[in-house]
């Protein structure tokens, strides 16, 4: 419905264009996303009065109520303040920030980690920064919105390859010559499909053409590898992934991101990166809280292992009911209904029987591969699983799925 001053918006186009937007007035907008959530209590959620549990959370740990997490925040803000206001370069590099570098740094096996007061800004800083104009930029179809934005602003060429497709990317880089500076840029894990980039092939073709790989992990990171070390880990890669960038709001259960490269690296980064140099610093709440999360990831490995469970057991049961979940075998599995129309249906039916879904659509993903995003913590029970399964089954039922 058009805004009742709407002839004085008329005279404004990009004011018009705001109002009239297709996407922005959809009911779809109201009703399934932005959801308000007024409560919290481990897996499940409030909304509206109605408890549900949620299965679409990046907690994929749970460790965001921890008592050990709790309480290194509530003592890092009664220490340091709310925010040090200001930037790294300036005034606002703090011990706090110093210590979390340095143990992420080798919980990931690199020389060096900068961290950031967002992923999105971690991410998109890692390619605006080291990719120059003149360079190249070979991107994965399928890279997450961050990577996206960097390599736009970083002014380089940019070619896709289709997603996955090493036969496509190493085409790429032989049309390239020798000397030009260039650059590789997947996700360690990808968050709607669930796929693990084929790192190793990627590697190999990046050190024979001289390229740089640069990696979003923010979806590997505490569930892949040794201790949930990542994706490089996992793959045998420590020490081979040039830049390795992600978030602390997934399974550190906190806000911020981080990259992780050679200590030279790390220092370019403290000398151009915009996001660092003209970005207030991470305040020490969250800084703490993710600290705390990697010790606990680190030293109490009971978490990873018990993810690891509900993983295998979840994937289990989708495949007893047919499901199509890409064959994921990390935290994130997609219920994939193929038609917005069924996803619709699907997710009406969950939330009818208590469960909270995400709904991805065009242009999230191709159209044809529509689909409900489910993920799995830690701290999910056998129970829940078991309830969301018979749901999931009686929601395809109705649809005819």
């Not at 996803?343 to 709904?359: N, Y």
Request: proline share 4%.
């Amino acid at each position: 419905m058009l805004p009742s001053n709407c002839h004085t918006i008329d005279a404004n186009p990009m004011l018009w264009r705001c109002v009239t937007d297709e996407l922005a007035q959809h009911p779809a907008c109201d009703s399934m996303y932005y959801q308000e959530i007024e409560q919290v209590s481990g897996t499940e959620v409030v909304v509206d009065g109605r408890r549900l549990v949620m299965m679409s959370s990046n907690e994929y740990l749970g460790l965001s109520q921890h008592p050990k997490v709790i309480q290194a925040s509530i003592e890092a803000l009664q220490r340091w303040g709310a925010s040090p206001c200001g930037s790294r370069l300036a005034n606002g590099t703090r011990s706090y920030h110093l210590e979390l570098e340095e143990e992420l740094a080798a919980f990931l096996g690199v020389e060096a980690c900068h961290i950031f007061s967002a992923g999105y800004l971690a991410c998109m800083a890692a390619v605006a920064t080291l990719a120059h104009r003149g360079d190249v930029i070979l991107a994965d179809k399928s890279i997450h919105s961050s990577l996206v934005d960097g390599c736009l602003l970083s002014h380089a060429t940019l070619k896709r390859f289709k997603h996955e497709d090493l036969a496509h990317l190493e085409r790429l880089l032989r049309e390239l010559p020798a000397h030009q500076p260039k650059a590789i840029v997947v996700d360690g894990v990808y968050s709607i499909e669930g796929h693990i980039a084929s790192l190793a092939c990627i590697v190999e073709l990046a050190e024979a053409h001289g390229a740089m790989v640069i990696v979003d992990d923010a979806h590997g990171l505490g569930v892949l590898g040794e201790q949930g070390r990542g994706t490089a880990n996992h793959l045998g890669l420590t020490g081979r992934i040039n830049v390795q960038a992600g978030s602390f709001s997934k399974s550190l259960a906190s806000t911020g991101g981080f990259i992780g490269a050679d200590r030279e690296v790390i220092r370019y980064l403290r000398a151009h990166c915009r996001q660092i140099i003209f970005s207030a610093a991470l305040p020490p709440a969250p800084a703490a809280a993710a600290l705390a999360s990697l010790r606990l990831l680190r030293d109490e490995p009971e978490h990873h292992q018990r993810l690891r469970e509900n993983i295998a057991y979840y994937r289990q049961g989708l495949t007893a009911l047919g499901i199509d979940f890409w064959d994921s075998p990390t935290a994130s599995l997609p219920i994939v209904l193929g038609s917005q129309e069924r996803c619709q249906q699907v997710w009406s039916s969950l939330w009818e029987d208590g469960f909270f879904t995400v709904i991805v659509t065009s242009p999230g993903v191709a159209a044809g591969h529509e689909l409900i995003r489910t993920a799995i913590t830690a701290r999910h029970t056998r129970p829940q699983i078991d309830r969301f399964l018979d749901a999931l089954k009686k929601g395809l039922a109705k649809c005819g799925a």
